[in-house]
């Protein structure tokens, strides 16, 4: 049996207490998440760890915008096209304003998110981007077993789009292959006989990915994915779209378990 992980996002910004984007239980979803992975050990075929990477200047970033008042917006407001149209929000750099309408324009006719102002958070190089501790080690363990290296995928450097999925950016840029279809993922999960799926957060970037990879891989491979669901938590207040995406995802064939029942 070809058993592979995928570890989406497991980073101290999302997984810390003290990180900037802290997702509550996602400490506890990953001590157990490095218990899963000692526990199978040289069961696991390939890890696969997605990591969120982005500057501070990003389009889902304070910095990127500004409303009337000449002020970047909060932490969790929403932008759509309206608030653009209107003079409400505008780019913080004039230059950028016709690309950034262009493209909450396109996010909304996606249907998947709107625009989200997010807290700076995963900014290169700095302790937040780093991978959780627990897991880092339990994945160092792995590589040192088999003789493997993990592999990491990075995304979300490119200003111009949010990334929450690890397959491709929410408006791939067709000068940037790194936030076009990562066809080489894809191909190493179609090989696998089992994939389980964790990390952070539930409602957004785990959510985004295994739509994608469903959207990829092809129908008969969907019941291969085993979403580990005490390995992942949501954002508060958007609860509702991390249970939406189980619902969607279990009646395409996915499937549910836990850290201790997974292949147990």
Known sequence: MNLQLLI???????????????????????VRTAGLIRRLGARIDA????MDCHHLLDIAHPLFWVDNDGNPPAPF???GADDLASGRYRTSKPALQ???TAYVRQ?????RYPLCIWPPHCLIGTWGNTIQDDIGRAVYGWENLSLQAADVIFKGSNIW????SAV????????????QLNAG??????????????GQARSHCVANTVRDIAGNIGEEHIPKLVLIGDACSDVPGFEKLGIDFVAELTARGMQLSTCDNFLS
Do not use: W
């Open 107 to 111: 996010l909304a006719a996606n249907g």
């Open 168 to 179: 491709q950016a929410d408006v791939p840029d067709p000068d940037d292959l790194a936030t």
């Open 8 to 30: 989406i996002d497991p980073q101290n910004d999302f997984c810390h207490p003290d990180g900037a984007l802290f997702v509550p239980g996602a400490d506890k979803d990953s």
């Open 185 to 198: 993922l894809i191909r190493s999960l179609a090989s696998a006989d089992v994939i389980g799926v964790m």
């Open 98 to 100: 016709q690309r950034a």
């Open 77 to 79: 407001t929403i932008i």
């Open 161 to 164: 789009t949010e990334h929450y």
């Open 47 to 50: 890890i696969h760890v997605t």
